[in-house]
């Protein structure tokens, strides 16, 4: 047995955190390796550690049985290691073989990477043999998530990486596109490539994994072959107990509509229109799941429903209230909360502790303000019970909030908005980023808020908990409703081609 990746005792500490305790990894070559765990758990660290990102405390790493030591992801890429992140890193007015060849012309042989028509070439070369469809020229802000994602893995092939970490790569993607990235994995690991996926979904785990490991708390606390192991035993041993997959739901017992969205239209900030004659309602007691591929107008039908941009044409009115074209804190006091869907660049100011976050939009409430500034002690009081509803890790009110993993800052948003008990919530993609203990309190939660008569519109990725979720769902694609579906009438395959266009069955969507 060859090892490709050998991680020994590796320790890494940020300041009292001690994100990698003694971690012990190791991947064979040519295998298919899942690494998962909570959020906290210490994945991306150790990921980013063999990657380059950040150097370790303590431990050793060996590459073929080679010992290496990583300054930076250069000297990582020299080692034939590349890395696919969550968020894509690619620039998107340039073409596909500008960003495949970014930065060669410092790395490779001299000269050669300048030569655009033979990368091209080689470009085609590596789309062919691993079934990456993709055209050199074409601009990357004109590709699907799924193509562009097939770009960032031909960078890594253009670089001859033969480790290929992939981080989430499935997380906003349609099952069609999930299903082409698992075959183009399966070609690459028949090629001798190794992979090492860190994801939360452990249907994809099983499906698609030979081996897995499991970090909690820092610590490597189990390493099995996929086929001898359960979801269930997974999903324990990542969380330290039992977890419910099945979301109990009751009947919706529906009351007025609470949201109503009229022949709405707008244009997006580069004055294409993104919304094209869109109408809904969503009533007390329901939630309305909006599915699509990212970039068909969601994230614009959030920003108009929230004040962050004026529509063209049409009306929102919540609770009788015409809000069209209102500022924000009118919408956020007429009682619309919204979870949005970048926490970093629009839930949370990464400077603010976590205490402060907690109050943002209410810090001028009498309840936190007073004639003389605001009440911090009561603004800790209120930080150290949602802290504690929530499980926001580290527990520490006074610590700023870019300080925390991206699950735990998701979390002082949801806490924050939850908390507010509005009669309508805008939920977009509310668990993106959740390890599998956290998705199972936030959709407890969204259901509880459901069945005290909240109407929930909620904008997600993952047609799982769309359909888990959802009363009814309505599935939107350039811009446009094309189809509703009762969730308990449709599937994942249904919704997947709606989502990309692929029918010619589209239905307006009726309110009810």
């Known amino acids: 047995m060859t090892l490709a990746v050998e991680m020994h005792a590796i320790t890494k500490a940020f300041a009292r ?4 305790d003694r971690v012990d990894f190791s991947v064979r070559k040519g295998e298919i390796h899942a690494l998962v765990g909570e959020n906290g758990a210490g994945k991306s660290t150790l990921m980013r550690i063999l990657y380059g990102l950040y150097q370790p405390d303590a431990g050793t790493i060996r590459i073929m049985g080679k010992r290496a030591h990583f300054k930076s992801p250069a000297d990582a890429i020299g080692a034939g290691i590349g890395m696919v992140h969550q968020s894509f890193m690619l620039i998107p007015a340039f073409s596909v073989i500008d960003n495949v060849m970014l930065g060669m012309e410092v790395t490779g042989p001299h000269g050669f990477f300048l030569d655009a028509d033979r990368a091209a070439r080689e470009l085609d070369s590596l789309s062919e043999k691993y079934g990456l469809k993709i055209h050199p020229l074409a601009r990357v802000d004109t590709l699907s998530v799924g ?6 893995i031909i960078k890594l092939l253009f670089r001859n990486a033969q480790i290929l970490i992939l981080d989430e790569p499935t997380s906003i993607l349609t099952p069609q596109e999930t299903d082409n990235l698992f075959a183009i994995l399966r070609r690459l690991k028949a090629e001798g490539h190794t992979i090492i996926l860190i994801t939360h979904k452990l249907n994809e785990v099983k499906a698609i994994s030979d081996r897995l490991t499991v970090l909690r708390d820092g610590r490597t606390v189990g390493k099995r072959l996929t086929s001898e192991t359960t979801r269930e035993q997974i999903a324990q041993t990542m969380v330290g107990r039992k977890v419910f997959f099945d979301v109990a739901k009751s009947e919706a017992r529906l ?3 609470l949201l109503q969205v009229k022949n709405l239209s707008a244009r997006n900030r580069r004055g294409i229109l993104a919304l094209r004659d869109v109408t809904f309602d969503v009533h007390e007691g329901e939630i309305l799941g909006i599915a699509g591929v990212e970039g068909n107008g969601q994230s614009e039908l959030a920003d108009v429903l929230t004040g962050l941009l004026p529509p063209g044409q049409g009306k929102v009115v919540v609770r009788d209230i015409h809000l069209t074209g209102m500022e924000p804190r009118r919408i956020f006091e007429a009682g619309l909360a919204h979870i949005p869907a970048d926490r970093q660049r629009r839930g949370l100011v990464l400077s603010f502790s976590i205490s402060e976050n907690l109050i943002l ?7 936190f303000a007073g004639p003389f500034g605001l009440r911090y002690t009561t603004i800790e009081t209120n930080a150290s019970h949602l802290v504690d509803s929530f499980d926001i890790r580290p527990a520490e009110v006074h610590l700023p909030a870019r300080n925390l993993s991206g699950g735990n800052q ?3 948003v949801l ?3 939850f908390s507010r008990n509005a009669p309508v919530l805008l939920a977009a993609h509310p668990t993106r980023g959740l390890d599998i203990g956290a998705t199972e309190f936030v959709h407890r939660q969204l259901l509880k808020k459901r069945d005290e ?5 909620l904008i997600s990725a993952d047609l799982n908990e769309i359909l888990s979720l959802s009363d009814r769902i309505a599935v939107m694609y350039e811009g446009r409703i094309v189809a509703t579906r009762k969730a308990a009438e449709t599937n994942e395959r249904e919704l997947g081609l709606l989502m990309t266009g692929s029918t010619s069955s589209h239905e307006a969507a009726q309110p009810c």
Do not use: F, M, S, T
């Open 453 to 457: 008569g909240c109407a929930i519109l």
């Open 147 to 152: 193509e562009q994602q097939r770009v960032e």
């Open 255 to 257: 009351g007025p509509a």
């Open 361 to 367: 939009g209410r810090h001028y409430d009498k309840r």
């Open 17 to 20: 955190v001690l994100a990698n």
């Open 415 to 417: 806490a924050r908005e």
């Open 410 to 412: 998701q979390k002082v």
